[in-house]
């Protein structure tokens, strides 16, 4: 049903293409008898032409893992507070961005840091091709601002990471053998009211042959957050094995910085209103739109430029 579906998705923008296309053509007949105005026209085009460049975008998304759901793991780096609140920021960013893209959103796990911000933070993204979409968000993310926890109003740099892991369901199949699993309990930690707080509902998975430890506290049942961490785990073992064969990949085509999932990949100037991706090229002055989640160039310019590498 899930093929069926995405086949029928397809279908559905190819004909979409065909029909205003066709209206195009119509549309142009009529103004060669006088009938419709040139910037009639040129609106219908300008549409086609947006409508065209999306199919095409989305046509680069075309490996088994691209329609999968995802999970956003963000940690802060090196420099205490400030780290922890780019983190937090990022992770802000990240939320509206699916809320905005209607995917479901989810916080699975949270680390706090001492005074501000978060050390580390887990976010499902639940919809359509969400991993396909945020993929090229994988890397270090750095951020340069005059730094609101400094009482002398320094230019701080900050760096914070960013993993996005393809949430497995039941098309793919991961095998995880139950003895090579070891399990602890604790309680949960943040808001969550008296039953969350008050019992060892929160789990910690760790997978002993990878060395692959998750946590979930999503959830009031103990029992549910089990379920989660093992998918959790799955989609972290499967990320595991793209990035083996897309490293393999680079071994025999040296010199592609796609595959270089630690490198520094976006650096975000707040004093001089710049967000600058390094590796497309692709920039904006709209600073305050881009930590609102207007991520949509940023996907789109990546996509593009890793299909022509």
């Known amino acids: 049903m899930k093929e069926l579906n995405s086949n029928k998705n397809w279908v559905k923008k190819y004909t979409a293409v065909e029909t205003q296309i066709d209206d195009l053509e119509v549309l142009f007949e009529f103004y060669k008898e006088g009938d419709v105005s040139e910037e009639e026209i040129d609106l219908k085009y300008t549409k086609v032409v947006a409508i065209v460049d999306d199919v095409e975008f989305r046509s680069t998304l075309n490996r088994p893992e691209d329609e999968l759901s995802c999970i956003i793991e963000i940690n802060a780096g090196a420099g205490g507070t400030e780290a922890c609140d780019w983190a937090e920021m990022l992770y802000r960013m990240y939320l509206m961005h699916g809320e905005k893209s209607k995917y479901k959103v ?5 680390v706090n840091g001492d005074v501000a911000g978060v050390r580390s933070v887990e976010l499902e993204l639940k919809g359509d091709f969400a991993y396909g979409l945020l993929k090229g968000e994988n890397g270090v993310h750095r951020l340069v601002r005059v730094s609101p926890f400094n009482s002398q109003g320094k230019r701080m740099t900050s760096f914070a990471s960013v993993f996005v892991h393809p949430l497995v369901d039941d098309s793919i199949e991961i095998e995880v053998n139950p003895a090579d699993l070891d399990w602890d309990t604790f309680r949960s930690s943040g808001a969550g009211g008296q039953h969350v707080n008050k019992t060892e509902s929160a789990v910690r998975l760790r997978h002993l042959p990878s060395g692959l430890v998750v946590e979930c506290q999503a959830e009031r049942s103990q029992h ?86």
């Open 106 to 110: 989810k916080e699975l796990n949270r």
């Open 224 to 309: 549910l957050n089990r379920d989660k961490a093992i998918q959790m785990l799955k989609s972290r073992l499967y990320q595991l094995e793209i990035e083996r064969q897309m490293a393999e990949k680079t071994e025999v085509e040296a010199g592609k910085m796609k595959n270089e999932w630690g490198s520094q990949i976006r650096s975000y100037v707040l004093d001089d209103r710049r967000v600058k991706d390094h590796r497309t090229n692709h920039s904006t002055n709209n600073t305050d739109a881009v930590l609102n989640g207007e991520l949509e160039p940023f996907l789109k310019a990546f996509l593009m430029w890793d299909g022509k590498v």
